[in-house]
Structures are given as C-alpha cells and as structure tokens.
C-alpha cells in the first residue's frame, strides 16, 4: 500500500524558513513518468499549487512563491523535502505532500493525484 507521510514543525516564526519532508512508502519517487507535488490551503481558501519533483530530479515551482521554494530529494530514504523562506502568517496552513503522474501546475481536483499524504497543519506565528 502507498503511503505519503508529511512531517516537520507546526510552528514557524515570521521570516523563517519552513522545512516539510514526505515521506513515500509502497512506490518509489524516482518511478518513471511520476511527479511528487507539495499542495496547500490557507485556512477559507482553494488548494494552492506550489511545486513538483520530477521523477529524474528537475524542479518546478509556482511562479508566485519561485523566488522563497526549494523542493529536494533523498532517493536512499525516499522523501521529498519542501524549503519555504521568509515566511509570513500568509504563508499559515495545511501542507500537502501528492504524487502520480499529473505534473499540471495547478490543483484542478484532487482525484488528477493517485496518492495524498493526510497533511500538516502550519501556523506562522510569533
């Protein structure tokens, strides 16, 4: 069975950095044709799109928070790692980890991904 497992602080203070790993079980994240993706939801608000992690080990990140993301890889332990930097309360939510094989740089549905971690609640908060 497939399992994504999202780990890190559920507190962040404002201008720090913000360090998520997931943690893939059941499939390898170097499984040809796959895409790992890092999603969220500020509380009231639609999915957010942040990045993905080709299954090669290129990068894509949404253009909008490109200049604070850096997404990496550990292949030996499978996970995918999320860096978010200078944080701010805006950046306050629930953080997803999402794999399969759509790469599209939105979140249409969530059925476009086979596999989702359960989430971790972040809160940017002196």
């Known amino acids: 069975q497939v399992q994504l497992q999202e780990s890190g602080p559920g507190l962040v203070k404002p201008s720090q950095t913000l360090s998520l790993t997931c943690t893939v079980s059941?499939?390898?994240?170097?499984?040809?044709?796959?895409?790992w993706t890092w999603i969220r939801q500020p509380p009231g608000k639609e999915l957010e799109w942040i990045g993905y992690m080709h299954y090669v080990g290129f990068t894509y990140y949404s253009p909008f928070l490109e200049n604070r993301t850096s997404i990496s890889r550990d292949t030996s332990k499978n996970q995918i790692t999320l860096q978010l930097s200078s944080v701010t309360p805006e950046d306050t939510g629930v953080y997803y980890c999402?794999?399969?094989?759509?790469?599209?740089?939105?979140?249409?549905?969530?059925?476009?991904?086979?596999?989702w971690g359960q989430g971790i609640q972040v809160t940017v908060s002196s």
């Open positions: 059941g499939v390898s994240i170097t499984t040809n044709a796959y895409y």
């Open positions: 999402a794999g399969g094989q759509t790469r599209r740089p939105v979140v249409r549905s969530r059925e476009d991904y086979a596999y």
